[in-house]
């Protein structure tokens, strides 16, 4: 007798799918170490291991099947797991006991199917090749690339929300995209009318056509496009290609054909356990029906995933009771929100709604019958209220007196529901089921640092729609605990970057490594400190940035004194003090950009930007626009940027002061200037204002007597208006306030941290701020504008600086070894000039193109 | 610091089949990167001249997987936790200069090759 020798590994595991949910499944048996004990097989129809499919889009979008995947590709192996990937499995043989494939017979133990969903395509005469293209797989996205070369309008079947996630994916193909949907109006499922009439109005106004109620009766051929379809009132549309995205159906064959139970509308019929009629077989995911339902989201099949895998591992369960389908989407860019009960079809419900036309906006907030609970919510427009909302009706948070505050445009006052109202209960990441309890028991185990605990807990890292809640809680947990939020500049530097300033200064400290030695960690650095710290050195110093100590502190675009684009490739900024150029200046940049054929843009800041330039073009192209006068913009600094300037009293019949000659001056004072972040000025030449100077970081408004003097405002992301500092100045005691006031911030603020938002950390706020800056209460006023007049006596174009020094010239070469420009770089022409070609274009271009 | 000329400094994983001379050791910049054309391929090179193990070369993939633009080359070289890694300049990702590995999508990897210098000259190691 030889039974001696069996196998530890027992029992046999056969898991046929290896999508989402499949690999969870892998993933699950792995970490509870079942994986040690049972002889796993997956089998997998498509080629590639298993990827995300939630973010199938950004395939068109750049991202290729690699950095999709949702493992490494040695994962399976690693673990002992026998991955048979491009293998479909035919049949299930349950007498047997065995799978049959190509491959021929896989004995198992138990089974799990995860076999996912395929699209439906209705049966329509003449749909086929390009005209009836699917939405599902990395293979159908090939497909549909290769159907929009040539082509030039493309349709969507189905209004749902992959169909339009798929005409966005058509329009990122370069196409004129259509949207054809059988339902009087978008998303059926998820929206009411309102909201689907506000969403139609603002995909259309993306230029998306939408036409609802159209049911396709047949495709012919088309006399202007491929195809056309003949719908059944008689109207027609004609396209190129046609992409059927009208729902999808679970993938129960090899189920149905070993006669296990189905689900009354299709799916493998499984209990709370996950196990269908046949108790050696599992089903989850979107090929599972539960109680009748098919679910067609990922947290879900994650949840059923973990239910099978803990039963595996012999494990205590929590049972599949079925899963929210709240869902919170950006669709062309469009925030829509849909949370349990959209539609208020509960008897007795009642909504709120808020309709904003001028932005097609809408909100509807669902309650129960008795006014004490959210029930669901429908938004579109703004997904910023999908949290707190989602967090009331999942926990059945008491509403506010005034429930219709959780809908109406954020103020000052809006209640949002803090991360201490949230019970432990409440579900963070519904993805990876986290709860507010699990954060809370990892912070109690002494994590401090986000990272850590999104891999500890892997919250946030599926859809990603709850990072910044997350966040929230995280933050206020450490906080209650007395931890306080670690404000070290990162893991080399234990101080804030204010305290580093005094440091340097103090203790006259020239360079980053003395810098590290004396008062830092390890011998590096990191792409934190550097920059924060060269920084530092270029305010207190003033050093040119191209000193070669200075080189490896800083990002590409202070490095090569340039803004590097998404391509690779940089734009130049030249300085247009104050908007003011010559006519001769202005030929030279036209004639510069045609020269290098460079992209041409008037920028919001009043001059102008070219783009497109390769590292090997900068020194040639700086060369030439020095030549003729121009020199740096420090668009690529933490720096001055622009003083915008209006015409002024010099041709407007209302200036009252010389804004344009006030501006230049400004402008060539502090330009070169390095802060913590970059600084706008304007300057107006009477309170109409044009030059816009109160969203500035400093704005000066001309009046009869002199100047007011306003500080501290910003536009950008957080728009916010600036101060009045000081009021009828003359010029002296203007640019004095304004070297106190800029040297101040540059001392005292955050690494990254504009004006307006210092100012707002400022204890004392405005008043404090102008005793320091006016009364001069610190005593300080001396000896910042003998520090401001050092970096003013000390400026140099940087550009001109490096065109004078062979060494630093070499840095300025894309191959060390080789003169030719990247060949990776391709454009496109398009009204009349290049523009970096997209990833889908790529194809179009002939391999042999001259680039430059 | 001393330009010594027949120094030999290898990378810790400096095995290989043949070297490459790539560039000459005034190519480099201390403590950043410069990129070179290896038949096709580009190779970003980043040079320690004292780091705590003395002088350390390495070699990895100029092309950035989330831009697709061969932008590594261009970015900032660091330490975290211990790793020395480069971050991308475009949206700051890092990758271990020793292995390619990313620190926050672990699914990617950059191709590294062995890398060593050989006096005046920048060698690679190719199968
Ligand atoms: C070129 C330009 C857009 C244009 O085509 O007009 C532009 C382009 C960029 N802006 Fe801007 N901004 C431009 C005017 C503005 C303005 C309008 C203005 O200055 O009057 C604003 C709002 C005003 C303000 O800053 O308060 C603006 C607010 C931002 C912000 C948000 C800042 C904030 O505090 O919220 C960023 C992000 C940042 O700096 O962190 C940003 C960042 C950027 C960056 C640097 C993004 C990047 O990292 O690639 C872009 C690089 C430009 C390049 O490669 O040359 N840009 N940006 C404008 C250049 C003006 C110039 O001549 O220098
Ligand atoms: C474009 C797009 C966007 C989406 N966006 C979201 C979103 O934002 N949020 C969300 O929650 N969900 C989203 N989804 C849905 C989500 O992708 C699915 O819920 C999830 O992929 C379901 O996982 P699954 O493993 O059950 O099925 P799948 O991922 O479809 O995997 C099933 C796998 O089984 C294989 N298979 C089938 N039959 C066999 C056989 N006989 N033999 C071998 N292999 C077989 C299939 O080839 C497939 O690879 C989106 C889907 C798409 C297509
Ligand atoms: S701000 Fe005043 S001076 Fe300047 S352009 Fe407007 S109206 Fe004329
Ligand atoms: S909810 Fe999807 S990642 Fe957390």
Redesign the interface.
Same mark, same amino acid.
């Given at each position: 007798m030889n039974s001696i020798v069996t196998s530890i590994k027992s029992e046999r595991l056969v898991i046929v799918g290896n999508g989402m949910v499949g690999h969870h499944c892998v993933e699950q048996l792995i970490e509870r170490g079942v994986t040690g004990r049972c002889e796993v097989h997956l089998f997998g129809e498509e080629r590639q291991r298993a990827y995300d499919r939630v973010h199938l889009s950004e395939y068109f979008g750049g991202r290729d099947a690699d950095s999709l995947a949702l493992c490494e590709a040695d994962y399976y192996a690693r673990h002992g797991v026998q991955a048979h990937l491009g293998v479909q499995v035919l049949q299930i043989d349950r007498a047997r006991r065995e799978v049959v494939t190509c491959e021929g017979r896989q004995p198992y133990d138990r089974l799990i199917l995860a076999t996912g969903s395929y699209p439906f395509v209705p049966p329509i005469a003449g749909a086929e090749g390009n005209s009836r293209l699917v939405y599902r797989t990395l293979d159908d996205l090939d497909a549909i690339r290769a159907a929009a070369q040539g082509a030039r309008r493309g349709v969507v079947v189905g209004g749902g929300l992959l169909g339009l996630e798929a005409a966005n994916a058509l329009k990122s193909l370069g196409l004129e995209a259509h949207v054809v949907e059988f339902a009087p109006r978008l998303m059926p499922v998820q929206l009411d009318a309102e909201g689907g009439a506000a969403l139609k109005a603002r995909i259309e106004a993306l230029g998306v056509g939408v036409h609802l109620s159209r049911a396709t009766q047949e495709i012919v051929i088309g006399e202007e496009y491929a195809y056309r379809m003949n719908f059944q009132d008689g109207e027609f549309l004609e396209t190129d290609l046609i992409v059927f995205s009208a729902g999808i159906r679970p993938q129960d064959a090899l189920a149905r054909a070993a006669g296990l139970e189905l689900g009354a509308r299709g799916g493998v019929a499984v209990d709370n356990d996950c196990r269908t009629s046949d108790p050696a077989i599992y089903a989850v995911g979107e090929c599972a029906a539960w109680n009748g339902s098919v679910f067609g989201l990922v947290a879900p099949g994650y949840s059923m995933a973990r239910t099978v895998a803990a039963q595996l591992a012999g494990e205590a369960h929590a049972p599949f009771t079925g899963a929210d389908m709240s869902t919170k989407l950006k669709l062309l860019g469009v925030d829509v929100g849909s949370i349990g009960d959209a539609q208020g079809a509960t008897p007795g419900s009642k909504s709120y709604r808020f309709i904003d036309e001028a932005s097609a906006s809408y909100r509807r907030l669902v309650v129960s019958p008795d006014g004490k609970t959210v029930i669901g919510a429908v938004l579109v427009g703004d997904n910023s209220y999908y949290d707190t909302l989602l967090q009331y009706a999942q926990n059945g948070i008491r509403l506010p007196a005034e429930p219709s505050g959780l809908i109406l445009p954020v103020g000052e006052g809006a209640p949002a529901l803090g991360a201490d109202a949230l019970p432990d209960t409440a579900t963070i990441c519904s993805c990876h089921n986290v709860s507010k309890g699990a954060v809370c028991c990892q912070v109690d185990a002494g994590v401090i640092d986000l990272g850590e605990l999104k891999a500890a807990t892997k919250a946030a890292t599926g859809c990603g729609g709850c990072a910044a809640l997350l966040k929230q809680v995280f933050e206020h947990e450490l906080s209650a605990r007395g931890v306080e939020v670690d404000k070290s500049l990162c893991e080399h530097f234990a101080h804030t970057r204010q305290a580093l300033y005094g440091i340097v200064r103090v203790e006259g400290i020239r360079s980053f490594e003395e810098l590290l030695a004396r008062h830092g960690r390890g011998h590096v650095g990191c792409d934190i400190c550097k920059p924060a710290v060269g920084s530092i050195l270029a305010s207190c110093w003033n050093q040119p940035i191209t000193d070669p100590a200075l080189i490896p502190l800083q990002d590409t675009n202070d490095t090569f004194m340039a803004n590097m684009q998404k391509n690779g490739t940089y734009s130049i900024v030249p300085r247009i003090a104050g908007g003011e150029i010559t006519p001769d200046k202005l030929i030279v940049l036209g004639e510069v950009a045609k020269k290098y054929d460079l992209y041409t843009k008037i920028t919001g800041g009043q001059r102008i930007d070219l783009f497109g330039a390769q590292l090997h073009q900068l020194p040639d192209i700086w060369g030439e626009l020095i030549a003729a006068g121009f020199e740096t913009g420090h668009a690529y600094g933490k720096s001055l940027r622009t003083v915008k300037s209006c015409v002024g009293s010099t041709w407007c019949r209302y200036g009252v002061q010389d804004s344009v000659g006030m501006a230049l001056f400004l402008e060539n004072r502090y330009k070169g200037l390095r802060a913590p972040h970059k600084i706008k000025f304007a300057v107006s030449g009477c309170t109409r204002e044009c030059a816009e100077a109160q969203s500035k970081d400093v704005g000066v408004i001309a009046t009869d007597k002199g100047w007011n003097l306003y500080v501290a405002g910003n536009g950008g992301m957080r728009p916010r208006h600036a101060e009045l500092l000081a009021t009828d100045l003359d010029d002296e005691t203007l640019v004095r306030y304004i070297d106190r006031f800029l040297m101040f911030y540059v001392r005292t603020a955050d690494r990254l941290q504009r004006t307006s938002v210092w100012r707002e950390s400022l204890e004392g706020g405005l008043d404090y701020l102008k005793e320091v800056i006016v009364a001069d209460s610190l005593n300080l006023a001396a000896e910042l504008e003998a520090q401001m007049q050092h970096v003013v006596d000390t400026y140099e174009c940087e550009w001109a600086n490096a065109l004078k020094d062979e060494e630093k010239l070499k840095r300025f070469r894309t191959f060390v070894n080789d003169a030719r420009p990247d060949p990776d770089i391709h454009f496109v022409k398009e009204r009349g000039q290049r523009r970096p070609a997209r990833a889908s274009e790529l194809h179009l271009i002939p391999v042999a193109e001259e680039v430059v | 610091m001393s330009q010594p000329t027949a120094v030999r400094v290898e990378s810790p994983s400096a095995r290989a089949a043949h070297w490459r001379p790539?560039?000459s050791r005034r190519?480099l910049? +201390? !403590?950043?990167g410069?990129?070179?054309?290896l038949d096709g391929e580009?190779v970003a @090179?980043f040079h320690?001249p004292d780091?705590?193990t003395g002088e350390q070369v390495f070699a990895i993939a100029n092309?950035d997987?989330?831009?697709? +633009? !061969?932008?590594i080359g261009?970015?900032?070289?660091?330490?975290?936790?211990g790793d @020395?890694?480069i971050?991308s300049?475009?949206y700051?990702q890092?990758f271990r200069l020793a292995d390619g590995g990313c620190l926050e999508?672990?699914?990617?990897?950059l191709k590294v090759w062995p890398v060593r210098l050989n006096g005046d000259a920048v060698e690679v190691g190719i199968e």
């Open positions: - | 790539l560039c190519d910049v +201390a !403590n950043s410069v990129v070179a054309w580009q @090179l320690l780091s705590e092309k997987p989330k831009s697709g +633009a !061969n932008v261009r970015g900032l070289l660091g330490q975290l936790k @020395l890694v971050a300049p475009l700051k890092h999508y672990p699914e990617q990897r």
